[in-house]
């Protein structure tokens, strides 16, 4: 199905419903959740994913799992959407949303999927290629596109500041001295909050939000000095440290 509401066929008794959506540039899905899990895939564009636990940002050709009953809302960049939901049992469990890679074969499954009627026979090649599909889902790869976000308030309202203005410099003392704490006890909160020290949350946080304007046309020179490097050269350098590539192969890939 097309440009369709998942509440039309959320009843229906098939282990998954796929269903294709174009979004204008710059539409906000306001903070919702869905009974059955979401595999949410953009064909074109960036999405940016929230929930009370992070931020993700999805580049084009890649994916998010969204579980079932999870609230969140997204942010769409010029993109066309391939959606999967899936009734909570019809694959393994994942641990809270993911970022995920999409080979070659689940995105031709996911483009196709959207053509089959919402009631497609289980028995013929339309639940053939549903079933595929589902094996495919169960053999994604996570990728490192999470910005954790921390439950204490005094420390969340420090990581959405930098969020919302990124600073490859900014410091751990310098953190920790504005919420009256000592080194050492910033960086066990900060890692006990997070889940990663802080240098390395920080360096996440950056690659994360620099994809979204990267894939939106933005030359690199222009991010990192608006981050802080202290050249572009710095910026790719600690871009392919986390994630293995020079921004521009990567989203090439």
Known sequence: MRNAHIDQFDHIARPA????????????LRPHAHRRAQLLYGATGVMQVATQDGNWVVPPQRAVWIPAG?????????VSTRSLYIEPDAVPAREGCQVVGVSALLRQLLMEAVDLPAEYDPRGRDGALMALLLHEV????ALPLHIPLPRDARLLLLCRSFLRQPDAHGSPQAWAQRLHMSDR?????????TGMAFSEWRQRACVVLA???????????????DFGYDSPAAFSTMFRRVLGQAPTAYLAG
């Open 70 to 78: 999870v609230q969140h809302e997204v942010r769409l960049q010029g």
């Open 185 to 193: 006890t910033f960086s066990r909160l900060f890692r006990a909050q």
């Open 138 to 141: 169960a053999r994604m790869p």
């Open 211 to 225: 994809l979204a304007r990267l894939a939106a046309g933005e030359p690199v020179t222009a991010i990192a000095m």
């Open 17 to 28: 419903v796929a269903i294709g959506t174009d979004y204008p540039d710059g539409h906000w």
